[in-house]
């Protein structure tokens, strides 16, 4: 059929496993189980598919399934990250056969644009159908997705609520996804620094009024100047004087 695919992994499954005594991994892989099924239910995604840490849901061709995903994307963001179960995932539209053996391009395409992310959120492949009708805070914003290697290109992305940095650490190094005294690798402290600079260029877009639809392009260090100048008195004054 056509329609929208959406492909998600939860990251850090590995290591939680690792990671935890039977007990807790029972409990930790129901959480797992009880937020897919839960988002699922609350969107109405009738096909839906957990193999493992890995999540595929498809909707109808038309603006309401292309919604229902997004909101079932924004649910497993905004009620799993809290819960130290971040996802990386993709939605991407056309051909798949759901079955005991769900395939079709529209899977494989989901496949290659969720694995070379670099980042805990999830991005649309361009030119989605349906997405004017989308963009805004709270649903679609024009972004470029983090990417592990390649070019940089903008998409529209999932909008969620993004933790501050401090606490977004907690949550990514809780419930088994390090262990105690492990050391903080590179690859996951680019992940982190990834997302939280997603969250703040979103709210410097937000206040400044930045059309989401479009990317303002800003380097992070550009972001955190400009930010301290819409909220400190002193910086503000100083920059204006």
């Not at 609350?42 to 839906?48: H, M, N």
């Not at 496949?111 to 980042?119: A, I, R, T």
């Not at 930010?227 to 204006?240: E, G, H, I, K, N």
Request: aromatic share 10%; charged share 20%.
């Amino acid at each position: 059929m056509e329609g929208f695919f959406f492909m998600a992994d939860m990251l850090g499954f590995g290591s939680m496993i690792r990671n935890s005594t039977n007990e807790q991994r029972a409990r930790r892989v129901g959480r797992w189980l009880t937020l897919v099924d839960s988002a699922a239910k609350a969107e109405g995604i009738e096909q839906k598919q957990l193999i493992s840490d890995t999540v595929f849901a498809a909707t109808s061709n038309d603006l309401a399934g292309l919604e229902r995903l997004i909101r079932f994307a924004q649910r497993l963001l905004n009620e799993g990250v809290p819960r130290s179960l971040p996802i990386r995932g993709a939605i991407c539209h056309g051909e798949h056969f759901w079955g005991e053996l769900t395939h079709g391009k529209a899977v494989v395409d989901a496949h290659e644009l969720e694995s070379v992310q670099n980042w805990i959120g999830v991005t649309c492949q361009p030119e989605l159908p349906f997405v004017d009708g989308l963009w805004s805070f709270g649903s679609l914003i024009c972004y470029p997705a983090p990417m592990k290697s390649g070019f940089m290109r903008n998409h529209p992305v999932v909008d969620w609520n993004v933790p501050g940095g401090r606490e977004l650490a907690n949550m990514l190094a809780g419930e088994g996804l390090t262990c105690e005294g492990e050391k903080w690798t590179w690859a996951l402290g680019q992940k982190l620094n990834n997302t939280v600079q997603f969250g703040v260029y979103k709210e410097f877009a937000k206040r400044t009024g930045v059309d989401p639809r479009e990317f303002y392009w800003v380097t992070g260090l550009e972001l955190a100047q400009n930010l301290l100048t819409l909220t400190d008195p002193v910086t503000r004054q100083a920059s204006s004087g």
